[in-house]
């Protein structure tokens, strides 16, 4: 059986994505640690690599609408990037525990590594049409609100939701779909 039964069959469509920190640790309440995946986000789409539609980032997930020539490869080196990257950053500030949490979550197979942030796979769901799009752009922008962290989409910080709003998001996404 395949670790991830979702699959990307279309790659130049835009698909939601979902990012899962491995056993849902909370890494994305450190600012500097969004700032990881904001930042390389952005230096996917200056380079040419990827659309981003959207995104949200929570404290243990993220949610992205993106497409990509190869957007499979192109997810992949993102987690591995900011995999490699975050990790250097609790390592440089010495939060031992969560570093243990991330060796003793780590998948067996992973002999290559002695921690793991992200969980397996991306659960990509194509966006064919236009309903579906404003379906899961809504479902992002509201999930800092379903949790309770703000009554208003716009309000959070790490979401696209301003870019739709106002042009006024942390970074820059693909407004025509």
């Known amino acids: 059986m395949a670790r991830d039964r979702y699959k990307i069959r279309c790659d130049q ?9 491995i056993n ?11 700032q990881i995946v904001l930042d390389s986000l952005q230096y996917l789409q200056t380079n040419g690599e990827l659309k981003l539609y959207g995104f949200v980032i929570m404290e243990n997930h993220l949610h992205l609408i993106a497409s990509a020539e190869r957007l499979t490869k192109v997810i992949g080196r993102f987690k591995s990037f900011t995999g490699k990257t ?50 899961k752009l809504e479902y992002i922008h509201h999930n800092p609100v379903r949790r309770g962290y703000v009554d208003e989409p716009t309000h959070w910080r790490y979401s696209s939701a301003r870019n739709y709003a106002d042009g006024d998001g942390l970074i820059g996404i693909t407004l025509e779909w």
């Open 13 to 21: 469509h835009p698909h939601f994505l979902t990012g899962t920190i």
């Open 24 to 34: 849902w640790i909370p890494i994305f309440t450190r600012p500097e640690a969004a």
């Open 86 to 135: 975050i990790i250097g950053l609790l390592k440089s500030r010495g939060e031992d525990g969560v570093l243990q949490q991330l060796s003793y979550a780590k998948a067996r197979h992973k002999m290559d590594r002695d921690r793991q942030l992200w969980q397996e796979g991306s659960h990509p769901v194509l966006i064919s049409n236009e309903e579906i799009m404003r379906q």
